[in-house]
């Protein structure tokens, strides 16, 4: 025996090596070189790496949780732990350890188990089942808590904030030995979780106390915090152990909980029935909140590197400011190791003590951003000294400090301190938004008989609640006309005098409005406790609707310590901090937000449609007729509406739309056709299309098919025009538009002008001594905008942006006037636009003097210009010609034009008045436009007009061009242009494009008539002349513009 013990060994060392030659031997079968065996190696040498390291930290969590009881029993039993080995809860004696707790826990939890058991199998696994039909096989095969139970490491108890209430903190932790799996059959996927850490500040609230038996009415939990949470995947989702792929798994279940349960968001458990003021113990009033004055940092790390680090650089900081799921992100500055902010934020705080500021500076980076140091501050603190200023060390891998001012501001029940807040708040230079003066609280409870659209189906009622240009929406109540929602809003307010809420009920998902409601906040301040709790009637909707609301409305009151607050040093070596925003300043420039001047323009081009619907039937549906089809456009906001085409089926409209949009996401550019009748219009569909597709393909073609009809298709162009500082392509861009022009419909827009109204100083004073309540009109052409009027000052701050579509850049100007809230003149500003065209990167910057107001008013605004460029621009050259008959064109330069480059429109026309005149032909002369469009891959045709056509009656013709690529004469190579009334002298300017390759349509042939209708009476043609050109002859390529005579 013991021979045959090293033998036996040495056959099994043998056997291990044979195992690990056998993937080499394999690769070599299936022809795979030594490189892909590396790589597969070194694959699984990573994840089980991961693997090996997840269950580590696995079995050292346990561990830490049976060496800290040992801890303990070791210190009570006076073997001589140190003070420093004990536990957290140990050293701090208002956290109490919960021991008869865990015991509980421990006893109930496979009954626990059992619970979720039947809870994912009998609820959560049909639902998953009836979400898709790709998962009507999901099934849960095990499901298995563990022995392991949740442990509480540590409770602590709080004051509440009134007598019915407790407050209890409890630290959990939870390493547990889970095991659920899930399996779609039909796909052969199997899936799971085994093992998962779940750690956190849970907050347990039990409130209100009850004097009858179960003593508490309801039980609120939630998160202060984030919880840190890891998960070890198994099955399929072993993928998601990779690095990279585990921290977003892992965050995007974060997310998920947070939504439910960490602060503002609770989870609330009634323990009696009919639980009065549920949604406010849902969502109770804020504590108060925290102004936060972001104003520089010191000595940042330099993150920033060059030549693989051999040369440093310096950093670009930004910061991100947290307070519960509040997040905000200041500006980047650039190349900075001593930034300074100087921006104002506000956070909404709930529970104090608890919830702490958490600030994280990092370096921008094109792939991903470095962290430069965090910090964190209780806002228990903030609370106890009102306000704090002072350099704050950064921890975590940064150096350096960062200043911060901390505001305390408490929420008062009393108009009376309004005032007060109102001009305390003109004092401070805030950015990015003004400060808020109070916060809007509303709770939305339910709604009564919402009106039935369609007969016998319930509407799906959702709320949007609108202050100002901020927005909040509802859960969706489905199959109800008498939904329950129980939800609550918050907004910070500017100014509640001349503040409205708007109130919006719509049926979800296709928005209709089932009723609105808009009050004022002014009605608030003279309610008993600015709080307002009634049934409110809704317009536009059913006789007898009603929406269940309450209003409290609360003043944000900065009550500053009787000493103030002491300004902080600066860091050791390095100047002074930044100074304070409060107080009137005269900054040399504006500031706008980072997202001024980032608007672009979306061009819509309606060209037709196909294959509409039949609505005018007579004889009561005996004989069908056709339709009178129009079309309307509906993107940002604004509405366009396209003229009627009488009976048409396949209608031409040729209209282009212009509209300025930003990149705010969940836009839509919505297309709806109708019937134009004479009582009430019918629908023949819609259509719509992601307003940012648009925005990152630049341009769209497409013939989009009709929704909520049988048949039916729409054929548009989008195209985004992004504003260019420079004037290089001014001329091109004027020439093109002119090119693109429809006969019908307003001028194409050259350039887009944004204006930023930032400040007025020395404003004329109203009868002699008081200031005036100043608000601006800016005037475009007949386009006028206002800002808001702001409360009386001399040196009113508006802080806001506004653009403008511009037509002709040379010959318009900015006319801005501002005024007091009742029509008096203070003062007027000429700006011509050719200025702006002169400056450097076409922006005007600075103060400019008031005209008509005191001696020394002025306002303070940035003006910036942006050519509108379009892809036919950028590609565009030009040459007008002279051509006649079937002969090949020879294109002539046009006066003041070079050469064309390559691709794309390849053609400048002169002005419309500056036409030269075509030599009298026998019958008139046609002026085309003919290129193929490489990009696209489409032959261009655009029908200029035709010159002193030959009537063959006394009579003036009404004269349309038909054009047909022949061989073929089918649909889809037939094109028309729009009748022009009694005239020899058309006009059409319309475009035209053909689906072909370049060989194909070199070897066509274009035939053009001009005809005129004979009488509304026929349907019979009168062909005025008639052109055949050989396209083999033209060179596509190129393009140009010219005159060719029309023969019999």
Same mark, same amino acid.
């Given at each position: 025996m013991e021979r045959r013990g090293p033998g036996l060994a040495a056959l099994g060392a043998l056997g291990r090596r044979l195992l690990w030659a056998l993937p080499a031997y394999a690769a070599g079968l299936l022809g795979l070189g030594a490189g892909a065996l590396l790589l597969a190696l070194a694959l699984y040498a990573g994840w089980r790496r991961r693997r090996r390291d997840r269950e580590r930290g696995l079995r050292l969590a346990a561990r830490l949780q049976s060496d800290e009881e040992a801890a303990v029993r070791a210190a009570a039993a006076g073997l001589g732990a140190a003070r420093g080995e004990l536990p957290a809860w140990v050293s701090f004696p208002d956290v109490e350890r919960a021991e008869w707790l865990n015991k509980v826990l421990a006893q109930a939890w496979p009954f626990f188990g059992q619970y979720m058991e039947k809870l994912l199998v009998d609820k959560v696994a049909p639902s998953i089942r009836a979400s898709n039909t790709h998962l009507q096989t999901f099934t849960f095969t095990k499901v298995d808590m563990g022995e392991k139970p949740l442990r509480v490491l540590g409770v602590r108890a709080h004051p509440g904030a009134h007598k019915q209430q407790i407050l209890l903190d409890l630290n959990i932790s939870y390493v547990g030995d889970v095991q659920i799996d899930v399996e779609v059959k039909k796909f052969f996927c199997k899936a799971g979780v085994k093992g998962m850490q779940l750690h956190g500040m849970l907050r347990i609230i039990l409130e209100p106390l009850l004097g009858d038996v179960p003593i508490v009415g309801a039980v609120t939990m939630f998160f202060i915090r984030r919880p840190t949470l890891d998960i070890n995947w198994t099955g399929m989702t072993n993928l998601l152990d990779i690095p990279g792929l585990s921290s977003m798994s892992d965050t995007m279940i974060m997310d998920t909980i947070a939504s439910y349960l960490v602060l503002p968001n609770r989870l609330l458990v009634p323990l009696v029935p009919d639980l009065p003021d549920a949604a406010q113990l849902r969502c109770p009033l804020p504590r108060g909140v925290v102004r936060v004055h972001l104003r520089g940092a010191r000595d940042l790390r330099? +993150?920033?590197?060059?030549?693989?680090? !051999?040369?440093?650089?310096?950093?670009?900081?930004?910061?991100? %400011?947290?307070? #519960?799921?509040?997040?905000?992100?200041?500006?980047?500055?650039?190349?900075?190791?001593?930034?300074?902010?100087?921006?104002?934020?506000?956070?909404?705080?709930?529970?104090?003590?608890?919830?702490?500021?958490?600030?994280?500076?990092?370096?921008?980076?094109?792939?991903?951003?470095?962290?430069?140091?965090?910090? +964190?501050?209780?806002?228990?603190?903030? !609370?106890?000294?009102?306000?704090?200023?002072?350099?704050?060390? %950064?921890?975590? #891998?940064?150096?350096?400090?960062?200043?911060?001012r901390l505001e305390w501001l408490s929420l008062l029940p009393d108009a009376s301190k309004l005032d007060q807040v109102l001009e305390r708040n003109r004092t401070i230079v805030a950015k990015p938004d003004p400060p808020s003066a109070a916060i809007l609280v509303v709770y939305l409870d339910r709604a009564e008989e919402l009106p039935v659209k369609k007969p016998g189906k319930e509407p799906n009622p959702v709320v949007q609640v609108s202050v100002q240009d901020v927005t909040r929406e509802s859960k969706v109540v489905y199959n109800s006309s008498a939904p329950v929602w129980e939800d609550a809003f918050r907004f910070f307010l500017h100014d509640p005098k001349n503040q409205d809420v708007d109130i919006q009920v719509k049926d979800d998902p296709r928005q209709s409005p089932l009723g609105s409601l808009s009050l004022p906040l002014a009605r608030l301040l003279d309610a008993p406790d600015l709080a307002l709790s009634q049934p409110f009637q809704l317009q536009h909707s059913g006789p007898r609707s009603l929406l269940h609301l309450k209003l409290v409305l609360r003043v944000l009151f900065f009550d500053a310590p009787e000493n103030g607050a002491p300004t902080p040093p600066a860091p050791p070596g390095q100047p002074d901090p930044p100074t304070s925003t409060e107080g009137p300043q005269r900054p040399p420039q504006s500031n706008p937000d980072p997202q001024f001047g980032t608007e672009h323009v979306l061009r819509i081009h309606l060209l037709e449609a196909e294959n509409l619907v039949a609505k005018d039937n007579r004889?009561?549906?005996?004989?069908?007729?056709?339709?009178?089809?129009?079309?309307?456009?509906?993107?940002?906001?604004?509405?366009?509406?396209?003229?009627?085409?009488?009976?048409?089926?396949?209608?031409?409209?040729?209209?282009?739309?212009?509209?300025?949009?930003?990149?705010?996401?969940?836009?839509?550019?919505?297309?709806?056709?109708?019937?134009?009748?004479?009582?009430?219009?019918?629908?023949?569909?819609?259509?719509?299309?992601?307003?940012?597709?648009?925005?990152s393909s630049r341009i769209m073609d497409e013939w989009l098919p009709l929704e909520d009809v049988k048949s039916g298709r729409l054929h548009v162009r989008l195209e985004k025009l992004s504003p260019q500082p420079s004037t290089d392509l001014l001329e091109q861009v004027l020439h093109t538009n002119t090119l693109l022009q429809p006969p019908r419909g307003p001028e194409l827009s050259a350039a887009l002008l944004s204006v930023f109204m930032d400040r007025a100083a020395d404003l004329p004073l109203r009868k002699g001594s008081k200031p005036p309540a100043a608000l601006a009109t800016l005037t475009v052409r007949d386009v006028s905008v206002k800002t808001k009027t702001c409360a009386p000052n001399s040196e009113p701050v508006w802080d806001e942006g506004f653009s403008f579509l511009i037509k002709r850049p040379h010959v318009e100007s900015l006319e801005l006037q501002v005024t007091e809230e009742g029509g008096q003149p203070l003062g007027t500003l000429s700006l011509p636009l050719s200025r702006l065209l002169a400056a450097e990167g076409l922006v005007l910057d600075g103060w400019f003097p008031l005209a008509g107001g005191g001696p020394h008013s002025q306002v303070l605004l940035r003006a910036q210009l942006g050519v509108l460029v379009s892809q036919q621009a950028e590609l565009g050259g030009g040459s007008v010609a002279l051509a006649g008959g079937d002969a090949a064109p020879q294109p002539m330069e046009a006066p003041g034009e070079g050469e064309s480059g390559a691709g794309g429109l390849r053609q400048r026309l002169l002005p419309s008045d500056s036409h030269p005149e075509p030599p009298e032909g026998p019958l008139g002369r046609l002026q085309l436009t003919l290129w193929y469009h490489g990009d696209e891959r489409k032959l261009v045709a655009i029908v200029h007009g035709c010159r002193k056509l030959r009537g063959v009656s006394k009579e003036l013709p009404d004269p349309y061009v038909s054009l047909v690529l022949l061989p073929d004469r089918s649909r889809s190579t037939k094109r028309k242009t729009g009748v022009q009334k009694k005239t020899l002298n058309p006009d059409f300017n319309e475009r035209f494009e053909w689906d072909v390759s370049l060989d194909e349509a070199s070897r066509r042939k274009l035939e053009a008539q001009v005809k005129s209708t004979v009488s509304f009476m026929s349907r019979e043609k009168e062909v005025l002349g008639k052109l055949h050109l050989d396209l083999a002859q033209v060179d596509l390529s190129e393009g140009g513009t010219h005159w060719y005579e029309l023969r019999d």
């Open positions: 330099a +993150k920033d590197r060059f030549m693989g680090g !051999l040369v440093g650089g310096k950093s670009d900081p930004y910061a991100v %400011l947290r307070v #519960g799921t509040q997040v905000v992100t200041s500006r980047v500055i650039d190349d900075n190791l001593n930034p300074t902010w100087d921006e104002v934020y506000e956070f909404i705080v709930h529970e104090v003590p608890g919830q702490e500021l958490e600030v994280e500076l990092l370096d921008k980076d094109p792939d991903q951003d470095d962290l430069l140091g965090r910090m +964190k501050v209780d806002l228990g603190e903030v !609370l106890k000294a009102r306000v704090l200023e002072e350099w704050f060390p %950064l921890q975590e #891998g940064g150096r350096g400090r960062l200043l911060l004889f009561g549906g005996a004989v069908r007729g056709r339709s009178d089809p129009y079309a309307k456009v509906r993107v940002a906001g604004g509405v366009f509406r396209s003229r009627v085409i009488k009976e048409n089926l396949n209608p031409r409209w040729n209209e282009i739309y212009e509209v300025i949009v930003d990149n705010v996401p969940g836009q839509d550019v919505e297309f709806d056709l109708f019937d134009k009748d004479i009582d009430k219009d019918d629908f023949l569909g819609r259509c719509k299309v992601p307003l940012r597709r648009v925005l």
